[in-house]
Nanobody, 127 residues
């Protein structure tokens, strides 16, 4: 069994910070080729926010670059998303995702490239 469980969401004011966590079970993080964070608002398609591959290489959506940072703790089997200087447009349901198979660099923020998903954690940013 593979399970991804997100936590750390909440309501903050613009300019504030949050750190999201994704606890993995069933398979160690080292088994995954890539892990990432996605977000979705009502009526819109889920979009990639950040991803990290086994060698530590990261990729970020232009909208969050410089404000968000993805990281992983293999010993704790946990993925993190540090979100700083949050903006109202960051409001969304945030999902943790993973893929066992290698993913081309151009698809590292593509929803279709990931097979495993958590249930999401809500982030709300007020102005």
């Amino acid at each position: 069994q593979v399970q991804l469980v997100e936590s750390g969401g909440g309501s903050v004011q613009a300019g504030g910070s949050l750190r999201l966590s994704c606890a993995a079970s069933g398979v160690t993080y080292s088994t995954y080729s890539i892990m990432g964070w996605f977000r979705q608002t009502p009526g819109k398609e889920r979009e990639g926010v950040a991803s990290i591959v086994g060698d530590g290489s990261t990729m970020y959506a232009d909208s969050v670059k410089g404000r968000f940072a993805i990281s992983q703790d293999n010993d704790k089997n946990t993925l993190y998303l540090q979100m700083n200087n949050l903006k109202p447009e960051d409001t969304a349901m945030y999902y943790c995702a993973a893929q066992r198979r290698p993913v081309s660099w151009w698809a590292r923020l593509s929803r279709a490239a990931f097979d495993y998903w958590g249930q999401g954690t809500q982030v709300t940013v007020s102005s």
